[in-house]
């Protein structure tokens, strides 16, 4: 079995970026994902600009050239393979990692294929794979998704889009202009001051002439085939909404139990994990930690702008240390 120097869990930007600078100092790595490159990118709703320009999510000095300030999801998604053919980064992708386990002097990765040896361990696997679940009855039902690509199999129907930050507004927005009949449920009283400034006032205008309904200050409780129960947060007043189709769109979270699982302490009620600001090594030595997967349930604080920036420290350090 080959011993890497570096094993990098995650095939996004910044997984990527940590490749790159592995490359360039001549380490014998390999990225890892259990999907294809930039996964979470792909799941993306199809017709999404990004909140950044494009030069702020490039990586390894490779210019990104949109056709617009803001780059769209396909640009992207071409951009980043690009990126990896022109590295030739070494990858394996569609491959799960399941366990870590740390041995006398290197790392041994449990994977949904063969098993893997590495001196030291780059996460880099984002947040975007585990939903944030309300945990309620019918949350699991086809009918709901936490996820959202495009408008058209909704149009002429009705559907609820639960949450007020940036994917709820575009979803709610895109099915709008598409011909569907668009209810918004969010917890508080407005839509979320941090989202793309461009689309926060459209959406208030389109509820404020009732183009979109919408319940502030609002939970959805149950959810069933052809409605959802909407209850007032205050004075616990409940509605029920008919509903087609559901979309929760409350937001992700890194995957709390794979840390925890390899030893990695979570603190505070947003579970951040515990570790090195300067070098991004966890309390787990040898393992690191890049991009939004640091700030916990704070997913809005880390993405690619500031994520792609971990990789140089990042094997700065193990380079040290091998």
């Not at 360039?24 to 017709?47: A, C, F, M, W």
């Not at 999801?73 to 740390?102: G, I, P």
Request: aromatic share 10%; with cysteine.
């Amino acid at each position: 079995m080959e011993l890497y120097d570096v094993v990098i869990i995650g095939a996004g930007p910044c997984g990527l970026a940590c490749g790159i600078e592995a490359k360039s100092q001549n380490l014998n790595y390999l990225i890892v994902d259990k999907g294809n490159i930039t996964e979470s990118i792909r799941r993306y709703p199809v017709n999404m600009l990004f909140f950044s320009t494009s030069e702020n999510i490039e990586i390894g000095n490779v210019p990104f050239v949109s056709m617009g300030t803001r780059p769209t999801r396909s640009e992207a998604l071409k951009y980043y393979r690009k990126v990896v053919n022109h590295f030739n980064l070494n990858l394996r992708l569609f491959t799960r990692v399941d366990d870590v386990k740390k041995e006398e002097d290197y790392f041994t990765l449990t994977t949904s294929g063969e098993s893997l040896k590495a001196k030291k361990i780059i996460i880099a696997s984002g947040y975007y794979d585990v939903p944030r679940y309300l945990e309620i009855p019918g949350e699991t039902m086809p009918h709901v998704s936490h996820y959202y690509d495009e408008a058209f199999q909704y149009s002429r129907m009705k559907a609820v889009v639960v949450g007020g930050a940036n994917s709820a507004i575009e979803t709610a927005l895109d099915l709008y202009r598409n011909d569907v009949d668009v209810t918004v449920v969010h917890l508080y009283e407005k839509l979320d001051k941090r989202a793309k400034y461009w689309i926060v006032p459209d959406l208030q205008n389109r509820i404020k002439k009732g183009e979109v309904k919408a319940f502030f200050n609002s939970k959805v409780t149950e959810i069933y085939e052809k409605s959802i129960i909407v209850e007032d947060i205050h004075d616990g007043t409940q509605t029920r909404v008919a509903a087609d189709f559901v979309f929760l769109m409350t937001g992700y979270r890194p995957d709390a139990h794979f840390l925890e699982k390899i030893g990695i302490v979570l603190e505070g009620e947003n579970l951040i994990p515990r570790l090195n600001k300067e070098t991004f090594e966890s309390n787990v030595e040898g393992i690191y930690l890049g991009g939004s997967i640091i700030g916990g349930e704070e997913t809005a604080k880390v993405f690619i702008e500031n994520g792609r920036l971990h990789g140089k420290p990042i094997i700065a350090d193990i380079l040290k240390k091998l």
